[in-house]
């Protein structure tokens, strides 16, 4: 069992900026690689970006250029570097880690972006 809490949503200000953040406890040896994933109201949820736990990181792109996916394995923890925030950025951003045998996520972080 792999447990997940994300935190840093809130309201921001096009063309702002936030890092969002995600810890991990439980069975972190079991976890292969970790994700963000986003739903904005009316739509389904979509992948945001991913990172293995070697570091090798990819991008939706909607968001390349101005999102940056890390993880700190020392400290367990997730993160999401969202900058150049744009309102079609709003929604309830979801962490996620996984591997071949399970998927869990977090409870989500709401993001909004207007001005």
């Known amino acids: 069992q792999v447990q997940l809490v994300e935190s840093g949503g809130g309201l921001v200000q096009p063309g702002g900026s936030l890092r969002l953040s995600c810890a991990a406890s439980?069975?972190?040896?079991?976890?292969?690689?970790m994700a963000w994933h986003r739903q904005a109201p009316g739509k389904q949820r979509e992948l945001v970006a991913t990172?293995?736990?070697?570091?090798?990181?990819n991008y939706a792109d909607s968001v390349k250029g101005r999102f940056t996916i890390s993880r700190d394995n020392a400290k367990n923890t997730l993160y999401l570097q969202m900058s150049s925030l744009k309102p079609e950025d709003t929604a309830v951003y979801y962490c996620?880690?996984?591997?071949?045998?399970?998927?869990?996520w977090g409870q989500g972080t709401q993001v909004t972006v207007s001005s």
């Open positions: 990172i293995t736990t070697g570091g090798y990181a």
């Open positions: 996620n880690a996984y591997s071949s045998i399970f998927s869990s």
């Open positions: 439980g069975s972190i040896f079991s976890i292969n690689s």
